[in-house]
């Protein structure tokens, strides 16, 4: 079992229920690039972000969730809901999905390379793996390394629950390293620079990976 992932959810059980339940990720959603018929989430919470996929889609909505005050609330809008670890889960109980989906969670495993692999034979031909994952090549994540500082955060890429830490290249080689083929990787929530900031500019031209907080990664077969 993962520490830092159920240090995780237990923060999410002390956080305002509406506020959890509004997390929608809709920067994620909307990147979406099938219609999912059979969808697993991984680390579902409260069931929020397969919710929406079941409204739009009608698709079928498994979710594994890992603390039971969390896995109640998913179970009551997904279709099944597994109250485990991931870190420990049996994933041969699984069915095929053409959608897997896990919205800043790889990064709370132990062991994500072995969930990542375990997880493809999974996928039918034409589905794929969706996941964001967060990018400690941020500037300020750097500028705080080049002050001798890794200073823990309560949230953010560097939230004291994160075990495991990714670039762009090492989250793309979390995939193609187990098998996968990688279909898209498209930057989100990045930092605007203002035109007027000469330097600035010039390092977001040079190292544009450095504004960007997240990346949302697809991968299939």
Not at 63 to 78: H, M, Q, T
Not at 85 to 113: M, R, T
Not at 118 to 128: F, N, P
Not at 177 to 201: A, F, L, M, R, W
Request: hydrophobic fraction near 40%.
């Amino acid at each position: 079992m993962s520490l830092g992932y159920m240090l995780k959810m237990e923060r999410i059980i002390f956080m305002s229920q509406e506020a959890y339940y509004a997390n929608m990720r809709s920067e994620v959603f909307d990147l979406i690039p099938n219609e999912p018929q059979n969808v697993l989430e991984l680390g579902c919470g409260q069931g929020v972000f397969g919710r929406h996929i079941k409204e739009k889609y009608g698709s079928n909505v498994t979710g594994i969730e890992l603390f039971d005050s969390v896995a109640k609330l998913a179970a009551e809008v997904l279709d099944e809901v597994y109250n485990e670890s991931l870190d420990a889960f049996d994933f041969a109980k699984l069915g095929q999905y053409d959608l897997i989906v896990a919205n800043d969670v790889l990064e709370h495993l132990v062991d994500p390379w072995s969930v990542v692999r375990s997880l493809k034979k999974h996928l039918t031909e034409d589905g794929v793996f969706m996941t964001s994952i967060p990018n400690v090549q941020y500037h300020k994540v750097l500028t705080g390394l080049l002050k001798g500082r890794w200073e823990y955060t309560e949230a953010g890429i560097l939230d004291r629950t994160h075990l495991r830490f990714f670039t762009r290249k090492s989250a793309i080689e979390l995939f193609t390293e187990n098998g996968y083929t990688i279909q898209s990787v498209t930057p989100v929530n990045v930092d605007p620079v203002s035109k007027t900031n000469i330097v600035k500019n010039i390092l977001k031209h040079l190292k544009p990976d450095m504004y960007i907080l997240q990346f949302v990664i697809i991968a299939g077969k």
